[in-house]
């Protein structure tokens, strides 16, 4: 049910910062596992990080472990990646979705995106 709209990306050099946002609209989204994904020009989308329903468990794909935390505020309605460390490969337009439970699968229809360039 929730509509999903990333922000918070911009260009930094390496080494920077970034906090993602990705605000939901809907009736309920503490009831939703969440993902970010991102995809670079001519490359695939791929898994970055999830996170449980009330937060608890989380998950990164390996190059980002260290560098990025996923957080969620469901009192907000808002879920969160922040990006530490940043390198060039981590530039992509990055994706939040509603996961299926217990998966890296992403439901739903994908929203804008929010870019993020990070030069050497």
């Known amino acids: 049910q929730v509509q999903l709209v990333e922000s918070g990306g911009g260009l930094v050099q390496a080494g920077g910062s970034l906090r993602l946002s990705c605000a939901a609209s809907g009736r309920t989204f503490s009831s939703y596992a969440m993902g970010w994904f991102r995809q670079a020009p001519g490359k695939e989308r791929e898994f970055v990080a999830s996170?449980?329903?009330?937060?608890?468990?989380?998950n990164y794909v390996d190059s980002v472990k260290g560098r990025f935390t996923i957080s969620r505020d469901n009192a907000k309605d808002t879920m969160y990646l922040q990006m530490n460390s940043l390198k060039p490969e981590d530039t992509a337009i990055y994706y939040c979705a509603r996961l299926a439970p217990g998966t890296t699968n992403p439901l739903g229809s994908w929203g804008q995106g929010t870019q993020v360039t990070v030069s050497s």
């Open positions: 996170i449980s329903q009330r937060g608890i468990i989380t």
